[in-house]
């Protein structure tokens, strides 16, 4: 009998159950040499691909450099927890590409002024399911027996 | 007066309170040329180190050829997020570096053998707070008006 895993692979499917269903993920960009994250609002366009806005900034200027980002969403509860990664190219749309978007759900949580629209295509997904062991949740630790 | 701006900034002792109460963060990394990053469980060691478990393999192999990372936290409610963003510099620890770690609460939340604890050397922390609009709670978009 084979040792049952914890961590199993989601298909490419459930992966976009899950990047449709969520509207927050995490940015990962190159800014010249280093690495940099940030949080952010996105959506996903008809032709699947994952579109944000940003107003001018290290992140737009990152990706005008580098277009080679990763993203990331996830979700968990008490007994297992999904996540997606998402590896592709970022470019920043022309406004005659916008059009398009008009009735994509991105809808940005913070109002600021955010006057880019950038979209990543993606090149590879790959999603995770994690059952979750949290022993703690169950045993009390060793130090703590009376 | 001025305008009233729905992101703040955190201080760094807001940013180390979040981070020590949460236990689950993102790592981007290099992988040669390319960003990836990577849910996981950490803690934060009595040196204010960031401190992750991981098996061999492509995360660890990226930070043994490149250091520079950035690791990413954060949490939201209805009416307010934060999220805060580390940058640093990643290690494997020695074997005699790792009884300092004992008493860490470094509990991986998925049971998977993973020998090799890493250290983030922080040398940049920001936070943000966002107040969230998401109007769409508030309101119909206008063509839902009847």
Redo the contacts between chains.
């Keep these: 009998m084979s040792e049952h ?3 199993s692979n989601l298909t490419t499917e459930q992966c976009w159950e899950l990047l449709h269903a969520q509207e ?1 993920g ?1 940015l ?3 800014l010249l ?7 952010l609002n996105y959506a996903v366009d008809a032709d699947r691909r994952l579109v944000f806005r940003t107003a001018e900034g290290s992140k737009l200027l990152g990706l005008t450099i580098n277009d ?5 969403i ?1 979700e ?1 509860g008490d007994e297992e ?1 999904h ?1 997606v ?1 998402v ?1 592709g190219r970022a470019r920043q749309l022309e406004r005659h590409e916008l059009d398009a978007l008009d009735q994509l759900p991105l ?6 002024a955010k006057f880019n629209v950038i979209a990543i295509d993606v090149d590879e997904i790959n999603g995770r399911r ?7 949740t169950h045993l009390r630790p060793p130090h703590d027996h009376v």
Excluded: G, K, M, Q
């Design positions: 895993s914890p961590v927050f995490r990962a960009f190159h040499d280093e690495v940099h994250i940030v949080p080679d980002v990763a993203f990331e996830d968990f927890a996540s990664v590896r809808r940005p949580w913070v109002d600021t994690f059952e979750l062991t949290r022993p703690w």
